[in-house]
């Protein structure tokens, strides 16, 4: 099987699309546990107060965007260990 650029584009965009779910999904769980309210997901409800919404948006975003870099870094190395084709701004 030949690892071509565009396999790796289209594994590392599948990939990043579920490292970013899991890590919303375990941004919401860490502050529900932390708060002992739901992560306000709506800024238009009445119980959430804008600061709460923008740590929490935040929050996820560093995470999900630091969460994304490190996969696709490690996933980058690993595909270029099994000799496949990256793009060339990867090199």
Known sequence: ???SKN???IL???LSVGVAALA???VDNRYEA???EPAP???ETDEAS???VILYTTLTAAIGITVKLVVRKYFTKQWKALDGEVPKHLN
Do not use: D, H, R, S
């Open 1 to 3: 099987m030949k690892l």
């Open 7 to 9: 396999k790796f584009t």
């Open 12 to 14: 590392t965009a599948i």
């Open 24 to 26: 919303k999904a375990a």
């Open 34 to 36: 932390y708060t002992g």
């Open 41 to 43: 997901k709506n800024p």
């Open 50 to 52: 804008i600061g709460k």
